[in-house]
């Protein structure tokens, strides 16, 4: 991945300063569509998304009872994967955006809602919130962008360690929800000094992700698989029934990490998306950052079912513009942020979801070698200001 403004032929170069803020205009009336409509319909979705989702849990932990058998171990850990994906993807995800805030159901708002994962709402919502959504593909700013562990641009420089970025991409992916809690913490800069390790604040924060890890564990790995032992005295193996329980929370926690992170992947990683110098954000305008978000973004086609299940991240350039509206709008808005796309002859980046996987492991591989050529040097006069307006 290159920077925009290290690129040899500047995709936005057709683009003057006026067009970007007619960009801007235009989106800001298809954000104004769906909020002159948002309403009881999407009220009843999130309610009938979440009914969905807790009946599933609790009949898939209830079917793990019985984990000794094994059908019934095979079927509560599908249910039980299936169940932790829309919790974390489809419901937890979009209400701590505040995308059902306007429903005021203090049950549903993204001030009281805790989820099933390792990372506190509180602090993911100011890793994710305010600043990935600020900062979306900014070299050094974005921690989503390699999540603090790859080599993601090339300017970047290269180390001998860069080559085990596959392997440690692979595993944070499979312990993605404690990835996540450890990169909201910011440890490798709060454990860098004892100043910073010292720190209050930090050190609250860091108490507060070890009380929901606890809490967590407690949750899959001792009290769920507890309640099956007596199924399994029945079956005379006790010992095989509460392993089998914790095995099966296991395998749903990881097909649950493993899901996220691909998804995640897709939206920012692939063939096509643009990467950021820290230097093109200042004095960034509303039309300059709805560009950058058009730019920094790639969706993943498929059916409903596979919007419903990557929480609408599939749509991660409708997400990226519009973050606060209800997900489930996103197809709708869909076709007219392409066309918008087409008009000003820019690409929409998307495809199908095996493609979009492939193109974003690739660039983890490749970005693990040397560069083959020298970086150019940066462009300050990308995107395209006013001569008084341009970075120096």
């Given amino acids: ?34 909020l002159a409509v948002r309403g009881e319909k999407d009220a009843k979705y999130i309610r009938r998304m979440i009914a969905v989702q807790r009946r599933l849990e609790v009949g898939s932990r209830a079917v793990l009872l019985f984990s000794v058998l094994p059908p019934a171990w095979i079927l509560g850990t599908i249910g039980l994967s299936i169940a932790k994906i829309l919790e974390n993807m489809e419901i937890g995800h979009n209400i701590l955006h505040g995308q059902y805030d306007f429903m005021r159901d203090p049950k549903i708002h993204s001030t009281t809602w805790e989820w099933d994962f390792a990372a506190p709402a509180e602090q993911w919502k100011h890793s994710h919130n305010e600043l990935h959504h600020k900062y979306t593909n900014v070299v050094g700013r974005d921690n989503d962008l390699g999540y603090g562990i790859m080599r993601v641009d090339e300017q970047q420089k290269w180390a001998p360690a860069h080559l085990g970025q596959p392997l440690y991409n692979f595993i944070n992916a499979c312990l993605f929800e404690y990835g996540i809690a450890a990169y909201d913490l910011e440890l490798g800069r709060n454990l860098a000094s004892k100043r910073r390790r010292n720190n209050p604040d930090f050190r609250a924060r860091l108490r507060q992700v070890g009380r929901k ?81 058009m730019l920094g973004s790639a969706n993943i086609s498929g059916s409903k079912l596979m919007h419903i299940m990557t929480g609408n991240l599939s749509h991660q350039i409708e997400h990226h513009l519009f973050p606060d509206l209800p997900a489930s709008r996103y197809a709708e808005i869909a076709p007219k942020v392409r066309a918008l796309f087409e008009k000003y002859e820019l690409k929409y980046v998307t495809g199908p979801f095996v493609v979009q996987v492939a193109s974003a492991w690739a660039k983890v591989f490749r970005l693990a070698l040397p560069n083959r050529k020298p970086t150019r040097a940066i462009d300050h006069t990308i995107p395209p200001r006013h001569p008084a307006e341009a970075t120096v």
């Avoid at 690129?7 to 009336?29: C, F, T, Y």
């Avoid at 309640?227 to 399994?232: D, E, I, R, Y």
């Avoid at 392993?243 to 990490?257: E, K, Q």
């Avoid at 899901?259 to 960034?284: A, D, L, Y």
């Fill in 213 to 293: 890890i606890r809490n967590q564990v407690l949750k899959d790995y001792v009290a769920h698989p507890a309640l099956s032992v007596p199924v399994g005295l029945a079956f005379g193996n006790p010992f095989g029934a509460f392993f089998g329980t914790m095995a099966a929370n296991a395998v749903a926690n990881v097909v649950r990490n493993l899901w996220s992170h691909s998804v995640i992947m897709c939206g920012h990683f692939p063939k096509g998306v643009e990467t950021f110098e820290r230097t093109s954000i200042t004095g960034e305008t509303r039309g300059e950052w709805y560009l950058r978000q």
């Fill in 1 to 34: 991945m290159t920077t925009l403004q290290r690129k040899e032929v500047n995709p936005i170069a057709h683009l003057s300063p006026e067009d970007i803020e007619q960009i801007g205009r235009e989106l800001d009336a298809i954000r104004d569509e769906v």
